[in-house]
């Protein structure tokens, strides 16, 4: 008994030199200073800045489209026959009256021919019918006069058979000369009433007659198929030794000097262009192909929205510099728009989303909605975004720096704040990175 009870007070001294220390520790806590809380530093985001400069400015838009003709024809056939000869070639450009395409015209001289016979034939058939109506107009005069005398003798027979110097087979006989008489002018009243009507069933097949041959001799013309108008040739579709039918695709070409490009237009442009449209206001475009520069005109748009697209499509008419230009190309145009006063140009990294910017206020940020307009080119070639905001003035401080986190209020530092570039020099600037400065001020 008296060995356990010291092997037990030795394992609780580690014991109560720890709670001693737990004591110590908590006691020290309670009793010594609070350290003062760090002061908090707000951090200012890096950002470039250019100066605001309102004026009136010409903006543009940039409108992609592909050419095309209102004038796109294909060619076909419009006779029978054999192609001998085809001239035309895939991009040749030709003018009007040239030979395109000839198929042997045997078939349709033959056929001229034939016509032409039958016209001659029924013209003498209607001279035929005139002679017969002027003869029978005629003859019913002299059988009026026969009908007379035959109706003068009648009566002289009756009177002689009255006075017992005839007899009664005088007066049958007298009686059947006139009833002869009369039959023979109702049937020359007759033919002379049916006269016209003879005639003009004779002139009708004539008319007739000759418009056939009129066809066939326009039959003949077409075999010689030849450019309707100064035109590029798209694509031959036949060849000597081919037989042509009514139909058949021949040549494909397109009027040279009525070319068009169809673009899409913007939905938020659409209604404005329509309005300028309607107030006759020039809207010219620019666009660029083989080295050679294409004006254009905008002259209308479209009434239905193709399937697919979001909007409408406006027509340019090709004024100047585009009769190199083929079908179907894929075209940006340039279009220009009339000048706006009170407007702003601003570097595109300018804008969040697509109506707001940052003004920078006393180092911070304060966001305002704009109205976008277009876009502007510079007279050095850069593209930038035009827009309107009445509460901007010149020499406001607005942000040309994608922030992530930019929100009203948040606090920045423009970089070279006593030398800001204008918008035009802001885009030519790079884009300071956001990510290594901020590490490097932490």
Same mark, same amino acid.
């Given at each position: 008994?008296?060995?356990?009870?010291?092997?037990?007070?030795?394992?609780?001294?580690?014991?109560? &030199?720890?709670?001693?220390?737990?004591?110590?520790?908590?006691?020290?806590?309670?009793?010594?200073?609070?350290?003062?809380?760090?002061?908090?530093?707000?951090?200012?985001?890096?950002?470039?800045?250019?100066?605001?400069?309102?004026?009136?400015?010409?903006?543009?838009?940039?409108?992609?489209?592909?050419?095309?003709?209102?004038?796109?024809?294909?060619?076909?056939?419009?006779?029978?026959?054999?192609?001998?000869?085809?001239?035309?070639?895939?991009?040749?450009?030709?003018?009007?009256? =040239?030979?395109?395409?000839?198929?042997?015209?045997?078939?349709?001289?033959?056929?001229?021919?034939?016509?032409?016979?039958?016209?001659?034939?029924?013209?003498?058939?209607? !001279?035929?019918?005139?002679?017969?109506?002027?003869? %029978?107009?005629?003859?019913?005069?002299?059988?009026?006069?026969?009908?007379? &005398?035959? #109706?003068?003798?009648?009566?002289?027979?009756?009177?002689?058979?009255?006075?017992?110097?005839? #007899?009664?087979?005088? $007066?049958?006989?007298?009686?059947?000369?006139?009833?002869?008489?009369?039959?023979?002018?109702?049937?020359?009243?007759?033919?002379?009433?049916?006269?016209?009507?003879?005639?003009?069933?004779?002139?009708?097949?004539?008319?007739?007659?000759? /418009? /056939?041959?009129?066809?066939?001799?326009?039959?003949?013309?077409?075999?010689? *198929?030849?450019?309707?108008?100064?035109?590029?040739?798209?694509?031959?579709?036949?060849?000597?030794? !081919?037989? /042509?039918?009514?139909? =058949?695709?021949? $040549?494909?070409?397109?009027?040279? =000097?009525?070319?068009?490009?169809?673009?899409?237009?913007?939905? +938020?442009?659409?209604?404005?262009?329509?309005?300028?449209?309607? !107030? %006759?206001?020039?809207?010219?475009?620019?666009?660029?192909?083989?080295? @050679?520069?294409?004006?254009?005109?905008?002259?209308? &748009?479209?009434?239905?929205?193709?399937?697919?697209? #979001?909007?409408?499509?406006?027509?340019?008419?090709?004024?100047?510099?585009? @009769?190199?230009?083929?079908?179907?190309?894929?075209?940006?145009?340039?279009?220009?728009?009339?000048?706006?006063? =009170?407007?702003?140009?601003?570097?595109?990294?300018?804008?969040?989303?697509?109506?707001?910017?940052?003004?920078?206020?006393?180092?911070?940020?304060?966001?305002?909605?704009?109205?976008?307009?277009?876009?502007?080119?510079?007279?050095?070639? %850069?593209?930038?975004?035009?827009?309107?905001?009445?509460?901007?003035?010149?020499?406001?401080?607005?942000?040309?720096?994608?922030?992530?986190?930019?929100?009203?209020?948040?606090? *920045?530092? $423009?970089?070279? %704040?006593? +030398?800001?570039?204008? /918008?035009?020099?802001?885009?030519?600037?790079?884009?300071?990175?956001?990510?290594?400065?901020? #590490?490097? +001020?932490?």
């Amino acid at each position: 008994m008296s060995r356990v009870m010291p092997r037990v007070g030795r394992a609780l001294i580690p014991l109560l &030199i720890l709670a001693l220390s737990v004591v110590g520790f908590l006691i020290l806590r309670a009793t010594g200073p609070e350290a003062p809380a760090p002061e908090g530093e707000e951090r200012a985001w890096p950002v470039r800045g250019f100066v605001a400069e309102p004026g009136t400015h010409h903006p543009s838009v940039v409108l992609y489209g592909r050419s095309g003709s209102a004038q796109d024809a294909t060619l076909r056939a419009a006779v029978r026959g054999d192609v001998t000869e085809v001239p035309a070639r895939d991009g040749q450009t030709v003018r009007e009256g =040239d030979l395109l395409v000839r198929i042997d015209p045997a078939e349709a001289q033959l056929a001229l021919r034939q016509a032409r016979a039958e016209a001659d034939e029924l013209e003498g058939a209607l !001279e035929s019918e005139q002679l017969r109506a002027r003869f %029978d107009r005629e003859a019913l005069v002299r059988e009026r006069e026969l009908r007379d &005398i035959a #109706s003068r003798g009648l009566e002289r027979a009756r009177d002689l058979r009255e006075r017992d110097m005839g #007899s009664d087979s005088d $007066v049958d006989d007298a009686r059947e000369r006139l009833e002869q008489a009369e039959l023979t002018v109702q049937n020359r009243e007759e033919a002379v009433a049916d006269a016209p009507m003879r005639l003009a069933a004779a002139e009708a097949r004539l008319d007739r007659a000759r /418009a /056939a041959a009129e066809q066939a001799s326009l039959d003949l013309e077409r075999t010689e *198929v030849r450019a309707p108008f100064d035109a590029r040739v798209v694509s031959v579709r036949t060849s000597p030794g !081919e037989r /042509a039918r009514d139909g =058949d695709e021949l $040549v494909r070409l397109f009027n040279l =000097d009525d070319l068009e490009i169809r673009a899409g237009l913007p939905l +938020d442009l659409e209604t404005r262009l329509e309005t300028l449209l309607a !107030e %006759d206001q020039p809207l010219r475009a620019v666009t660029h192909a083989g080295g @050679r520069d294409i004006t254009t005109e905008l002259e209308r &748009i479209e009434g239905e929205t193709r399937s697919g697209a #979001s909007g409408s499509h406006g027509v340019f008419r090709v004024v100047d510099g585009g @009769r190199s230009l083929g079908l179907n190309r894929f075209l940006e145009l340039d279009l220009h728009l009339p000048e706006e006063a =009170d407007s702003l140009v601003v570097p595109f990294e300018a804008l969040y989303g697509r109506d707001r910017v940052f003004r920078v206020e006393d180092g911070r940020l304060q966001s305002l909605t704009v109205e976008r307009l277009g876009e502007y080119r510079s007279k050095a070639g %850069d593209t930038l975004a035009l827009i309107r905001q009445s509460e901007i003035e010149s020499g406001d401080v607005l942000v040309a720096t994608r922030l992530p986190n930019a929100v009203d209020g948040l606090r *920045v530092e $423009v970089e070279d %704040d006593e +030398d800001l570039p204008s /918008a035009a020099e802001a885009v030519r600037e790079g884009e300071p990175d956001i990510t290594e400065q901020g #590490s490097s +001020d932490e």
